[in-house]
């Protein structure tokens, strides 16, 4: 076993990689930008090492400057967690020629894989059954629309190098090809800088089903499968393990070709491949398609680690260091079932839009295992991605460990930055999700019943107003014997304004007064009836949903200007494309500026008609929340 590694990585991913090389008393070193100076995972690595300034591309992209680090430190070894490099080919040969070990498959094995259209011809030629469609060299857009016409709409348009569900189509009718194409090929370009696109045949009710393999070179086994197919943009939200309805005899076939897919290209390490599964009438043996394979640790594979008792990154770690693998196939087994969470800093009623702040408060129940990064205090910065954690549960059986989910999202709690986690609560409580019946399409056809904000109720109101006050019975603060004391406080919620009215009624009791309803709050077990806590200028209350409410200063009410002459730019991002110049004249919704932010896309549009006095930014510039992406002339 190694004595030391090194990881390639930040955030969640490297604290979950630090603990088990900790528990396996294998000394660790982390790396960190400017902005992750005070990270978790530096802190909690033996030691650390700077890399540069927070853009990945000067600090956790830069491969030369960890493998250096490695020298300096003298580890051995270099685990990559998932995004950033940990699918680098050119990374894996120089740190192996560095002679360093890559915690992972070789370079040989990534290319193998990296583009879609050659892993799924390669998988083809192995017998592993691949969506029907064409994933050749010729891209003219002729000759690929007849191809779609072969396969049969509804068709989907791929990038070849595509990945986080860029790149992506989905074509109904003959009529919306062309237009789709050119889409899909403009946005493959700027995401992977190859426009190459791969025609498949759209499966209907789809569900996205993955397994998990180990290899060790040349055999390997694996975990059973996860099911992703909670996702919004194809980007997953709630995975579990095992699927629900899975039969042992499409277990055992999709096991089987996913063991062939790594054996074939002589898989070393944790992996996974992807399928998509026709998931209308049962799963079936002749009913699953290779899509593609994640040649690195997934994002949710906790669920796997819970089912199977099996420690994926121990497993990395020793396979990697030429142990033989843990397990045989016979070895491994499930047990019960489990979920995986994200809980990510966004708005959501706002459209999903990654959040920034500083975290006042973060509380996770003990009946979660809790992947995290970050601590009560952290910022989430506009450089990475906005995860706060992933809660997993796990139970005796689907039922029980969807229980649990749901109680331990209704006990997280995050103040200080908005978060997904009511989005989250509402999903883990759906009907067709707790019912198992679901495929891709379901958290988009639900809507905006899952994303809406929900308002609060009265008493959360009145447990706020309480909080604002800072009125607790102990030490008896502001609490008079002779007469009921009254305040009054202004708070503003999800853009509306309260102004409940608080009566003290004993030093342990106070009425709560909003418009015409009387509520009576009792202080009991150290709360005013619901967590809740005041941080800052806010207060944030912890009910049926998180709700964060800004306490007004009555008199600073009126000053702020009400806009329409600027547009600023509503999230931290990268500026793609600036679309007009100052002394343009536009029109209301004309696009000016295009934003990009954690795998998105956002266009800043002209707020009404006039003259463009001003454009701030310029394309390849980072700006945060708030920044002046451009001005209009005052109005006549
Ligand atoms: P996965 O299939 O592992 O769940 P995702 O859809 O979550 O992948 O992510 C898409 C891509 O973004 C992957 O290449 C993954 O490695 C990367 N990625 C996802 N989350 C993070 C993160 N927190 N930090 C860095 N990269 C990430
Ligand atoms: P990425 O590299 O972006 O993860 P994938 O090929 O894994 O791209 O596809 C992402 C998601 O798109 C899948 O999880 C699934 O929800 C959907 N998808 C992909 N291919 C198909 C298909 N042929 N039919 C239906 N849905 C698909
Ligand atoms: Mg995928």
Redesign the pocket.
């Known amino acids: 076993m190694f004595d030391t590694i090194l990881i390639a ?5 490297a604290c979950r990689v630090i603990k088990t090389a900790r528990a396996m008393g294998v000394r660790t070193v982390a790396v960190y930008s400017d902005a992750d100076a005070q990270a978790l995972h530096v802190a909690m690595a033996d030691e650390a090492v700077h890399l540069g300034p927070a853009p990945v591309a000067e600090s956790y992209l830069r491969g030369d400057l960890i493998i250096e680090a490695a020298r300096l430190t003298g580890a051995e070894a270099i685990h990559p ?4 490099l ?2 680098n080919p050119d990374f894996v040969e120089a740190v192996e020629a560095a002679g360093l070990v890559f915690i992972g498959p070789s370079a040989k094995a990534i290319r193998a894989m990296g583009l879609k259209d050659a892993a799924k011809a390669l998988m083809a030629e192995a017998g592993v059954p691949v969506v029907p469609g064409y994933h050749g060299a010729e891209q003219d857009p002729a000759f690929l629309a007849d191809r779609a016409a072969e396969i049969g709409y509804p068709v989907l348009i791929k990038a070849v190098a595509g ?3 860029k790149g992506m189509r989905l074509v109904e009718a003959a009529s919306d090809f062309e237009e789709n194409l050119s889409a899909a090929q403009a946005e493959a370009k700027t995401a992977f800088g190859n426009p190459a696109v791969l025609i498949e045949k759209y499966i209907q009710s789809p569900r996205h089903i993955e397994v998990q393999v180990f290899g060790d070179g040349t055999q390997a086994v694996h975990l059973f499968e996860r099911d ?1 197919s909670l996702q919004r943009r194809h ?2 939200v709630i995975e579990e393990a095992p699927a629900p309805g899975m039969t042992d005899a499409v277990r055992a076939a999709m096991g089987e070709a996913a063991v062939r897919a790594a054996e074939a290209i002589g898989y070393a390490g944790a992996g ?1 491949v ?1 399928f998509i599964v026709d998931g209308a009438n049962g799963l079936r043996t002749d009913g699953f398609w290779f899509m593609e394979m ?1 040649t ?1 640790l ?3 594979h906790p669920v796997t680690e819970a089912i199977t008792g099996v420690d994926l990154v121990e497993w990395q770690l020793r396979v990697a260091a030429g142990e033989d693998l843990p397990a045989s196939q016979d070895d491994l087994k499930i047990t019960g079932h489990a979920f995986e969470a994200r809980l990510y800093a966004e708005d959501v009623p706002a459209g999903f839009l990654p959040a920034t702040g500083r975290i006042d408060h973060l509380s996770f129940p003990d009946l979660a295992r809790i992947d995290s990064g970050v601590r009560a205090g952290d910022e989430i910065s506009p450089w ?2 906005p ?1 706060i954690a992933k809660v997993t549960v796990q139970g005796p059986d689907r039922g029980s460990a969807l229980r649990k989910l749901r109680a331990a999202l209704d006990r997280t709690e995050v103040a200080g930055t908005v978060t997904n986690i009511d989005f989250l609560r509402k999903l883990a409580r759906d009907d067709g999700f707790a019912a198992a019946a679901f495929d891709t399409g379901l958290i988009a056809a639900r809507g905006a019943g899952l994303s809406n904000a929900v308002l609060p109720t009265a008493r959360e109101v009145a447990v706020a107003a309480v909080t604002a006050a800072g009125i607790t019975p102990e030490p008896l603060q502001g609490f008079s014997l002779w007469a009921p004391l009254r305040w009054r406080i202004t708070l503003d919620c999800a853009g509306r304004t309260y102004a409940p009215q608080i009566e003290m009624l004993a030093p342990d009791r106070c009425r709560v007064t909003l418009e015409d309803a009387h509520d009576t709050l009792a202080w009991w077990g150290g709360t005013w009836g619901l967590p809740a806590l005041r941080h800052g200028g806010y207060v944030t209350v912890f009910g049926a949903a998180t709700h964060s409410f800004a306490i007004v200063d009555p008199l600073a009410r009126d000053t702020a200007a009400e806009g329409g002459d600027t547009v600023m730019a509503p999230m931290p991002g990268l500026v793609t494309a600036v679309v007009v110049k100052a002394g343009q004249a536009v029109t209301a919704g004309d696009r000016l500026v295009v934003l990009e932010a954690m ?1 998105m896309e956002h266009v800043l549009r002209a707020p009404r008609d006039g003259v463009l006095a001003e454009v701030a930014v310029a394309q390849g510039q980072q700006v945060a929340a708030g920044d002046l992406v451009a001005a209009l002339e005052p109005e006549a």
Do not use: A, H
């Open positions: 990585n930040r955030g969640e991913i967690g998932y995004g950033f940990s699918e990945g986080g569900g992703c980007q997953k996974t992807e994640n690195r997934q994002v949710e990475y991605d995860m795998k």
